[in-house]
């Protein structure tokens, strides 16, 4: 029975060292790159599953007057998922492509409660106003050359309140270009009927800070912070990070910006944006980031302009990331942009993703899935 017990607490010893760092501090798998390679082989499996938005979709969106739409990033909070969208109309001539359309809103928030994305998202409603239309959140001056809309790129449940983080658009240039007068975030603490801007927080529109993907990741205090993978407006720059700890999410001067790593390998972080570094070097179009739990990798997906959308394999927020490889090809599906993923919905394992995606004809929302290879 000695011998035994011995064994056991040698066991125990051995496997309590391999879940501690040197310092004595478990080891957090997403932030640690050492022991680990790329997995990802490619997908499988492609498939749209069904149309979240428009008048055609299941949703019947054009209820709410919501006959044409873009983006639908997706936020959590508790129970709730919410689909952010950005510029939003009406009636629309038959057989228009693109944006445009009778009752023009810069942004609209549908939400549901379904949890199985199997057979497409199921909204429990919007956001409305008086008259039961879907409400446009963060109005906009709608003047070229000033201020043309405030286009949501993503948002994040953090302290008991929603922040969802937009581009002041200046103007659409050529396709794949505009011009942003700043980014920064709006607040709500009742569930995304009503919204404060946060003057305090704003990057300029010259930074790489303008389109964020972030996600929550605990800490070993028992912490939370949000790391942002960041771009620039358009869709021809390379990926940055920031973060920043929860409880000082509207504290500008808190955020810090990855800057690269120390002789040791570990990552440098800076209260200077300047110095941030490129964590992906790519053309790189409404970005989103999640944590796989089939990979145990961070995952990246983006549009690649001129290929389609592609998806990344990252060991660490800061890399190293891995090829981009194919996820959606652009000459399957002309038009395609913004591939929004969330780890709420995944099946067997994380093996299989579900995502977001608009077509600019016919200018809506729809579901996909796809199956990772490793």
């Known amino acids: 029975m000695k011998g035994k017990a011995a064994l056991l607490a040698s066991c125990f010893i051995l496997l309590l060292s391999g879940c501690m760092g040197g310092g004595g501090s478990k080891v957090n798998p997403m932030l640690e790159a050492r022991g ?24 019947h969106t054009d209820l709410y007057a919501v006959y044409g739409t873009d983006l639908g990033s997706m936020m959590n909070d508790g129970d709730r998922t919410y689909f952010v969208f950005g510029d939003t109309f009406g ?10 359309g009778s009752y023009w809103r810069s942004n609209t928030i549908g939400y549901t409660t379904d949890s199985d994305p199997v057979d497409g998202i199921t909204l429990d409603g919007m956001i409305t106003d008086d008259i039961d239309t879907a409400k446009e959140l963060l109005p906009s001056k709608k003047i070229d050359f000033d201020e ?8 994040v449940a953090a302290g008991g309140a929603l922040y969802l983080y937009y581009m002041s658009v200046n103007h659409w240039g050529d396709p794949g270009k505009w011009d942003t007068n700043y980014s920064s975030a709006a607040k709500s ?7 404060t801007l946060l003057d305090g927080l704003k990057w300029p529109a010259d930074s790489n800070f303008i389109q964020v993907s972030p996600y ?8 939370t912070e949000v790391y942002f993978w960041c771009i620039p407006s358009g869709r021809y720059g390379g990926v940055k990070l920031m973060k920043v700890n929860e409880e000082h999410i509207e504290n500008m001067a808190e955020y810090r910006y990855y ?21 992906v070097d790519d053309t790189t179009g409404e970005l989103s980031v999640v944590w796989n739990p089939y990979l145990e990798r961070w995952l990246m997906t983006y549009l690649k302009e001129g290929t389609g959308v592609v998806i990344r394999e990252g060991l660490t927020p800061w ?39 608009s077509l600019w004809d016919p200018y809506n929302v729809f579901w996909f899935k796809a199956s990772l290879e490793k």
């Open 36 to 59: 680990k390679s790329f997995l990802l082989k490619g997908v499988t499996g492609l498939e749209q599953v069904s149309q979240i938005t428009g008048a055609q979709s299941p949703n």
């Open 189 to 195: 603490v009742d569930g995304g009927e009503n919204w």
């Open 148 to 155: 043309m809309t405030k286009i949501p790129t993503h948002g």
């Open 91 to 100: 009636e629309r001539p038959e057989g228009q492509t693109g944006g445009g």
């Open 319 to 357: 890399g190293p990331w891995g090829e981009a490889l194919d996820l959606v090809k652009a000459e399957e599906y002309p038009g395609l942009y913004a591939p929004f993923m969330n780890d709420r919905y995944t099946a067997d394992g994380g093996k299989t993703i579900y995502f977001t995606l």
């Open 259 to 279: 800057a690269g790593n120390d002789k040791q390998g570990n990552p440098v972080w800076s209260s200077d944006m300047n110095a941030a570094k490129t964590v």
């Open 216 to 223: 929550k990741v605990k800490t070993s205090d028992g912490g």
